[in-house]
């Protein structure tokens, strides 16, 4: 198996269990940053905004997002839906009634995360974004589980992995939803999970 292929695995198990966390607390994914960071919409007619780009260039979709027409309107009066703008899919709003806003959109969400690379390009780290670091064990066991799974390779081994990932996120569960509860659980560094360097093996089993 080429180190890309581990990687997509990586990443692949990685969108499952952030969106498994966003469906059931998204709160605990919130970013926990200084206002300045939080992240704004953008426009080129102040009518139609959107989330932006990721590093691909692929359209941001944030789970949950919160839209706020200032930085003093965190966290307590966000925009309502339907009211002050309609969705436009999951990738931007459109603010109703053919108005326009000429004032700058924040939003706070959870984004998908980027995927693992074990590779730093810019600001980008290449690693697993949940956080404690330790709770990225989460990531290799589905990974592993769904690979022994892949053509009936190890069917009891999956299950063993299975067996050892539901025990482990009830208790990560517990974690997130007590000392993460005002989000911080999703970053984009820290400690890579089996990935040392540039083009390093990651395993997953």
Known sequence: MTNASKFQRLSEAQ???????????????????????????????????????????YAISPMGASIYPSLNAIPNRPWVRGRDYIPVGATGIRIPNNNTY?????????????????????????????????????????AGARFLE??????????????????????????WRTQYKDGGAMGMTGLGLAVTGQYQTATII
């Open 15 to 57: 969108n499952e269990i952030v969106a498994d966390i966003a469906g059931r607390f998204p709160r605990v994914l919130y970013p926990v940053v200084a206002y300045g960071s939080i992240p704004t919409l953008t426009t080129t007619d102040s009518q139609l905004f959107t989330f932006g780009t990721d590093s691909n260039g």
């Open 102 to 142: 000429s004032g700058t959109l924040y939003y706070v969400g959870v984004t998908p995360p980027q995927d693992i690379t074990g590779v730093v390009v810019g600001s980008y780290s290449g690693q697993p974004s949940l956080f404690p670091e330790a709770s990225r064990e989460l990531i290799a066991l589905k």
């Open 150 to 175: 892949e053509g009936n390779r190890n069917l009891e081994g999956a299950d063993r992995l299975h067996a050892q990932y539901d025990k482990r996120w009830k208790e990560w569960a517990l974690t």
